[in-house]
């Protein structure tokens, strides 16, 4: 299936689009310009939150986190600023993706500017700001989403060329594993997980979201006229519409629609509405 454009192109490097009813739609970041997006009733508002916006997800209590250049903030307004709240990288590092587990709980993952390999880490802060370093040998530590009921983790480390899986076992992360093992070439990158269980993956480089259903078969693949696909979420009115950002990022001649978000709608049989994952 074709996705179709939704919004100008308008980031250099546009990463990790989440629906959320709390703040009026989509969100997405244009990481390297530090700036978060909203797209409400088909208009773009954007905010300068940092030197860096790797990611955003909703609080149960009101407002944001954001992932910024070094750790994390907070804003506890949907439009507020955020405020600092914890560093978790050092000189030479960013934060590069995140996500959220059903018990409230983000993953952080970073990696170096320079990626070099293995100098990032995927760690697990929770409501408290406690944190717990998950993986200490990642390169480009990239989406992380939960199966419906929870009993499995799915997550990226881009140059490995897959997509492995977790069990999650008294809500921690083990026994990891390849899920899929892609192509010489394939880039996985963010990823989000639908509610019967199948697995989005963003191709970056490939211009291509893959759809795999939970044992690892290809399901759907969704064709974007952008190279750089980064990161996918559901949403929509009912739920079953596929955003995707992409990005210009480092391209000498990007395609023009580069750094626009797209949209296609999500046709595999048997899907319930409601998404999970982000």
């Given at each position: 299936?074709?996705a179709?454009?939704?919004?100008?192109?308008?980031?250099?490097?546009?990463?990790?689009?989440?629906?959320s009813?709390?703040?009026?739609?989509l969100?997405?970041?244009?990481?390297?310009?530090?700036d978060l997006?909203?797209l409400?009733?088909?208009?773009v508002?954007?905010?300068?939150?940092?030197?860096?916006?790797?990611?955003?997800?909703?609080?149960?209590?009101?407002?944001?986190?954001?992932g910024?250049?070094r750790?994390l903030?907070?804003a506890?307004?949907v439009?507020?600023?955020p405020?600092?709240f914890i560093?978790?990288?050092?000189?030479?590092?960013?934060?590069?993706?995140?996500?959220c587990?059903?018990?409230?709980?983000?993953?952080?993952g970073?990696?170096?500017?320079?990626?070099?390999p293995?100098?990032?880490r995927?760690v697990?802060?929770?409501?408290a700001?406690?944190?717990?370093?998950?993986?200490?040998?990642?390169?480009?530590?990239n989406?992380?989403?939960?199966s419906?009921?929870?009993a499995?983790?799915?997550?990226?480390d881009?140059?490995?060329?897959?997509?492995d899986?977790?069990?999650?076992v008294?809500?921690?992360l083990?026994?990891r594993r390849?899920?899929?093992?892609?192509?010489e070439g394939?880039?996985?990158?963010?990823?989000t997980?639908?509610s019967a269980?199948?697995?989005w993956v963003?191709?970056?480089?490939?211009?291509?979201?893959?759809?795999?259903?939970p044992?690892?078969?290809v399901?759907?693949?969704?064709r974007v006229?952008?190279?750089?696909t980064?990161?996918?979420?559901?949403?929509g009115?009912?739920l079953?519409d596929l955003?995707i950002?992409?990005s210009?990022?480092?391209?000498?001649?990007?395609?023009p629609?580069?750094?626009?978000?797209?949209r296609?709608?999500?046709e595999?049989p048997?899907?319930?509405?409601?998404?999970?994952?982000g």
């Amino acid at each position: 299936m074709d996705a179709e454009q939704v919004t100008e192109a308008l980031t250099y490097h546009g990463e990790g689009p989440v629906w959320s009813p709390s703040w009026g739609g989509l969100r997405w970041v244009d990481m390297l310009a530090g700036d978060l997006l909203t797209l409400r009733d088909g208009q773009v508002e954007r905010l300068h939150v940092g030197d860096v916006a790797a990611f955003v997800r909703p609080r149960t209590g009101g407002g944001y986190v954001v992932g910024l250049e070094r750790g994390l903030g907070l804003a506890a307004d949907v439009d507020g600023v955020p405020e600092p709240f914890i560093e978790l990288v050092g000189e030479g590092v960013r934060m590069n993706e995140g996500g959220c587990d059903p018990w409230g709980n983000l993953y952080a993952g970073s990696m170096r500017y320079d990626t070099a390999p293995g100098g990032g880490r995927l760690v697990r802060v929770d409501p408290a700001g406690d944190v717990r370093v998950v993986l200490d040998d990642v390169t480009i530590s990239n989406g992380i989403a939960f199966s419906p009921d929870g009993a499995l983790a799915y997550y990226d480390d881009t140059p490995t060329r897959r997509t492995d899986v977790f069990d999650v076992v008294d809500r921690e992360l083990v026994r990891r594993r390849t899920f899929h093992a892609g192509a010489e070439g394939d880039r996985p990158d963010g990823l989000t997980v639908d509610s019967a269980g199948n697995v989005w993956v963003a191709l970056n480089g490939a211009g291509l979201v893959r759809c795999h259903a939970p044992g690892g078969g290809v399901l759907a693949e969704v064709r974007v006229p952008a190279r750089l696909t980064t990161a996918c979420t559901l949403g929509g009115p009912d739920l079953r519409d596929l955003f995707i950002t992409t990005s210009r990022e480092n391209l000498d001649d990007p395609e023009p629609e580069a750094g626009a978000v797209f949209r296609a709608r999500v046709e595999v049989p048997g899907l319930p509405v409601l998404p999970y994952g982000g």
